[in-house]
């Protein structure tokens, strides 16, 4: 799928208990966590960024609140695949900033059917991937439910799967302290 055609979205959600301060304002080098996510979707060509959970843009992201609040990353993936300017979303979360943006590019262009997912190891990351805007419909199903699941809106029927073949460091996902600690060395 072309980037054209493609919305982007940043998690930048959550109540941040375990990192103690919103991990969006983290900074590696001189760039905090979403200007980084930010600059990836740009890098691929999305014009259509939405910043979900997090009150701050960044000029040419519009923020997108939850229309179910504290829901978890569900409600914010909902709320920006209903908020879309096109027919599917790019979704990457903030805490997520070693992922390469070549990655992200391999899933744009691998998406088909309703949702591409990166895996590695057998396991899916539902915080890295395309969905299709329609979605939106199922996951507020899930989040109506109380089953607010990522994986379980990426376990469909139609789900493609793009396995990662990379440095499985890169996809750290940065929740405590250590986790940060972690990044900035690899960031280095």
């Not at 939850?66 to 805490?95: E, F, I, N, R």
């Not at 262009?109 to 539902?126: C, Q």
């Amino acid at each position: 799928m072309n980037a054209n055609d493609i919305s982007g979205v940043v998690l930048a959600g959550g109540g941040s208990k375990r990192m103690g301060i919103k991990k969006a304002e983290l900074k590696l080098g001189d760039r905090t966590l979403l200007e980084i996510q930010v600059q990836k979707l740009r890098e691929l060509g999305i014009e259509d960024i939405m910043v979900s959970g997090y009150d701050k843009t960044i000029d040419g992201t519009r923020a997108v609140a939850d229309v179910y609040p504290g829901k978890g990353p569900l409600s914010g993936v909902h709320a920006c695949l209903m908020a879309a300017q096109k027919t599917a979303c790019l979704v990457v979360s903030v805490d997520t900033p070693l992922v390469p943006a070549e990655v992200l590019e391999q899933l744009t262009e691998a998406h088909e059917g309703v949702a591409t997912v990166l895996a590695h190891d057998g396991l899916i990351e539902p915080l890295l991937a395309v969905y299709d805007s329609s979605l939106h419909e199922r996951a507020e199903v899930l989040i109506l439910s109380d089953s607010r699941s990522m994986r379980r809106l990426s376990s469909n029927p139609g789900v493609k799967r793009v396995e990662y073949t990379g440095d499985v460091d890169l996809l750290l996902n940065c929740n405590t302290p250590e986790d940060f600690e972690k990044a900035k060395r690899l960031w280095r």
